[in-house]
C-alpha cells in the first residue's frame, strides 16, 4: 500500500488560506488520494477525495500534482472551527479500506 | 437522516466480561467498518464488511468478532475485554464517501 507523509502541526490565521501538503511518492495509478478531518475526537469527517484532476467542493479544493506524487488540501478561508487533524489518504478504487496515518493537527489561531 | 449510530457512547467494563458494541446505517451502503483509536494515534481498521453476509480481518482483529446482522448492522463483540482494549471505537460506512459515527469511548479496568 502506499504511504504517505504530513507535517505533524501546522498553524493557521483565521481568514487565511490554510495549505497542507501531503506526500505519497509511490501512490499508484488506481489510488485515489483522500482527505479527512476529526475535531475533538469525534468521528473523523470526509472532506474530498481525487484521482488525477483538482477537485473543489464547499469545504476545500485538492490540488494534486501532475506527477501525483504530492498534493495539497485547501481551506480557502479557515475559521477557528475548521482547527482539527487532517489526514490524507491513499486508497485504492477497488478496496474501501482506509489506512489512517497521525495526521496534521491544523490550529487555527485569532 | 441520522446517518451512523453507535451504541453506548460510553462504557467502563471491568476486566474479563464481555460486551457488544451497536452500529447502525441509513444510508443503504454496502460497506461498513469497525476502527479503533488510541490516545494520540490515528485509527486503525479491526475489520469490515464489504457486504452484508461478509467479513474480513483488518489490521488489528484479535480479541475482537464481528456480524453483519443485516445491511443496516454491523456490531463488535468483545468476548473477554482486557486493558489493551481501552480505546474509540468507530464505526462507519459507505465506499467512496465514508461517514463515521461519534464514537464509543471503552474503559477496560
Known amino acids: 500500500d502506499a504511504k504517505t507523509t504530513q507535517p505533524p502541526s501546522m498553524d493557521c490565521a483565521e481568514g487565511r488560506a490554510a495549505n497542507l501538503p501531503c506526500n505519497h511518492s509511490?501512490?499508484?495509478?488506481?489510488?485515489?488520494v483522500y482527505w479527512f478531518r476529526q475535531i475533538h475526537s469525534q468521528g473523523p469527517q470526509y472532506i474530498i477525495h481525487g484521482l488525477k484532476n483538482n477537485e473543489t467542493n464547499e469545504m476545500a479544493s485538492l490540488i494534486i500534482t501532475e506527477d501525483r506524487k504530492s498534493s495539497t488540501l485547501i481551506l480557502p478561508h479557515a475559521t477557528l472551527r475548521d482547527t482539527a487533524v487532517y489526514y490524507c489518504?491513499?486508497?485504492?478504487?477497488?478496496?474501501?479500506?482506509?489506512?489512517f496515518g497521525a495526521g496534521t493537527t491544523v490550529t487555527v489561531r485569532a | 437522516n441520522a446517518g451512523v449510530t453507535q451504541t453506548p457512547k460510553f462504557q467502563v467494563l471491568k476486566t474479563g466480561q464481555s460486551m457488544t458494541l451497536q452500529c447502525a446505517q441509513d444510508?443503504?451502503?454496502?460497506?461498513m467498518y469497525w476502527y479503533r483509536q488510541d490516545p494520540g494515534m490515528g485509527l486503525r481498521l479491526i475489520y469490515y464488511s464489504a457486504s452484508e453476509g461478509t467479513t474480513d480481518k483488518g489490521e488489528v482483529p484479535n480479541g475482537y468478532n464481528v456480524s453483519r446482522l443485516n445491511k443496516r448492522e454491523f456490531s463488535l463483540r468483545l468476548e473477554s475485554a482486557a486493558p489493551s482494549q481501552t480505546s474509540v471505537y468507530f464505526c462507519a460506512s459507505g465506499g467512496q464517501w465514508p461517514t463515521f459515527g461519534s464514537g464509543t469511548r471503552l474503559t477496560v479496568v
Open positions: 444510508m443503504n451502503h454496502n460497506s
Open positions: 509511490t501512490i499508484s495509478g488506481n489510488e485515489y
Open positions: 489518504i491513499v486508497r485504492p478504487s477497488n478496496d474501501y479500506k482506509l489506512s
